[in-house]
Nanobody
């Protein structure tokens, strides 16, 4: 069973950038599709992005162009590069995993899809 650790959050000014990391332990990351989701204050959990076991990336339409997800299987880590951040991006960001063996689909936006979750890392965008 994989355990996920999200890190890299913090306080950033509007227009700034952050790179989040999701590091796996307990199992090889290359067996899993990885998603990034977020939950802002008073908001429902929202899917942000995903990268499948083959390295294909997927994005929420509202975030495409500002965020980029990538994976480094050798480091057992998935990254989320976030650029041109706005206060609306303030949220607790989670990484989550679903086995590539059991899920062969091409949509990753449903939070219920994911079996394993990290603890979240806080991103606050404020001047």
């Amino acid at each position: 069973e994989v355990q996920l650790q999200a890190s890299g959050g913090g306080l950033v000014q509007p227009g700034g950038s952050l790179r989040l990391s999701c590091t796996a332990s307990g199992s090889a990351l290359d067996r899993y599709h990885i998603g990034w989701l977020r939950q802002g204050p008073g908001k429902e959990r929202e899917w942000v992005s995903a990268v499948n076991v083959g390295g294909t990336t997927f994005y929420s339409d509202s975030l495409k162009g500002r965020f980029a997800v990538s994976r480094d299987n050798a480091k057992n880590t998935v990254y989320l590069q976030m650029n041109v951040l706005t206060p609306e991006d303030t949220a607790l960001y989670y990484c989550a995993a679903v086995s590539g063996e059991y899920y062969r689909g091409t949509t990753f936006s449903d939070p219920l899809l994911y079996d394993f979750w990290g603890q979240g890392t806080q991103v606050t965008v404020s001047s």
